[in-house]
């Protein structure tokens, strides 16, 4: 009879750990309107994850999102950084120049991710969360702005 029991709560153990994973996807155009950009992204802690942005032209930039909450350190969002000429290399009015405890207030309930391209260029956003308790899956808008400082806004649905 235990083993029974075994058996029956091992799927039940594997559905539970699957379902810790959230997704979903989200759409970007250049504020002309133009149908830019296509988003996935995915998390297993609700709060950080990957995310990959396909172009209309092919090209796919992917990457690490945070959700900035109070918990968040500077050092916990180094990557965001890498290929923008380091914390100092700021110059987009976004995320203004230097990563410092101010940046983690400015951002508390906000997501922003540093997306590469396979050639290295690299692509940033920050997406406003409609209900940031629910991180990405509750839904949000941003923008993201690409190497050649054309900026897409993007939109993620409630998942």
Same mark, same amino acid.
């Given at each position: 009879m235990k083993y029974q029991n075994t058996a029956l709560m091992l799927p039940l153990l594997a559905v539970m750990a699957a379902g810790c994973t !959230?997704? +979903?996807t989200g759409t970007g155009a250049t504020p002309s309107g133009a149908s830019a950009a296509t988003f996935n992204w995915r998390s297993s802690d609700g709060v950080s994850g990957t995310i990959? $942005?396909?172009l209309s032209n092919g090209k796919?930039?992917?990457?690490?999102y945070f959700q900035i909450t109070k918990d968040t350190t500077v050092d +916990?969002? +180094?990557?965001?950084? !890498?290929g923008w000429g380091g914390r100092r290399g700021m110059d987009w009015g976004y995320?203004? $120049?230097?990563?410092s405890p101010d940046f983690i207030t400015h951002y508390s309930g906000r997501v922003v991710a540093n997306l590469a391209e396979t050639d290295g260029s690299h692509m940033r956003c920050q997406f406003r969360l409609v209900h940031p308790s629910d991180g990405m899956n509750g839904g949000g808008l941003g923008q993201c702005q690409m190497p050649d400082g054309t900026s897409i806004d993007a939109?993620?649905?409630?998942g």
């Open positions: !959230t997704m +979903g990959s $942005a396909t796919t930039y992917s990457g690490q +916990g969002i +180094g990557p965001l950084w !890498t995320w203004g $120049a230097d990563p939109n993620f649905p409630k």
